[in-house]
């Protein structure tokens, strides 16, 4: 079955420190990933996509991940958090079509002065 | 401005009051869906909609109805809500059913509280 695992449930670094946000997913065809951000009462905004070619996907806020087919990860990353930063992350794969799109549990970010 | 606009945002109602969401786009977008969002569990897709008069079951579909019978309106429907649809809902939208270059757009949300 389709699945998509975010291991960490919530995370605090501190500002101007290095993140790393984890995702495992289980996907039977080849997958075309993606990473949101949600911040308090509002809606999801696409952070970056992967489809294919170079693995190391870069995105807006300075965010980049990296796609990893041995491992199953597509890992978030920013060298340099931000308080503004502070936000819950969804991992989600799908498929070509768009149907059954699946997101997983979500990270929450905090981020100390 | 390109958006995906929910109605209500908020709601409190009771079991067994059929109650619609509605969720309109204004970027002529083919693609149209539906998700709940609960705590530890991420969204999970109700429906969705490929185009117009064209729409399919996501991951937890009981308990929903959808239409689309026109490209803007992608109405969620209730028939008869139980407390266990207490949820984050998010409708969203993408210019087409294949993944391309265009995002999915989400809307703001509607927390619905079915008491």
């Known amino acids: 079955a389709q699945s998509v695992t975010q291991p960490d449930i919530h995370i605090t670094v501190s500002e101007g420190a290095s993140l790393e946000l984890r995702c495992n997913y289980s996907?039977?065809?080849?997958?075309?990933l993606f990473w949101y951000v949600q911040s308090p009462g509002q809606g999801l905004q696409l952070l970056l996509k992967?489809?294919?070619?170079?693995?190391l996907v870069q995105g807006i806020k300075g965010f980049e991940a990296e796609f990893k087919r041995s491992q199953s990860s597509f890992n978030l990353r920013k060298p340099s958090v931000h308080w503004s930063d502070a936000a819950e992350y969804f991992c989600?794969?799908?498929?070509?079509?768009?149907?059954?799109?699946?997101f997983g549990s979500g990270t929450k970010l905090n981020v100390k002065p | 401005e390109a958006q995906v606009t929910q109605n209500p945002r908020y709601l409190i109602t009771v079991t067994g009051k059929k109650l619609t969401v509605t969720c309109s786009q204004n970027m002529n977008h083919e693609y149209m869906s539906w998700y709940r969002q609960d705590p530890g569990l991420g969204l999970r897709q109700i429906y969705y909609?490929?185009?117009?008069?064209?729409?399919d079951k996501g991951d937890v579909p009981e308990g929903y109805k959808v239409s689309r019978k026109e490209k803007r309106n992608f109405p969620l429907i209730l028939e008869s809500p139980s407390p266990n649809q207490t949820s984050l809902y998010f409708c969203a939208s993408s210019l087409t059913g294949q993944i391309s270059n265009q995002p999915q757009h989400f809307g703001d949300g509607t927390r619905l509280s079915i008491l």
């Open positions: 909609s490929m185009n117009v008069e064209v729409t």
């Open positions: 989600a794969v799908g498929p070509y079509n768009f149907n059954k799109f699946y």
């Open positions: 996907y039977g065809a080849t997958p075309y």
């Open positions: 992967y489809f294919s070619g170079d693995t």
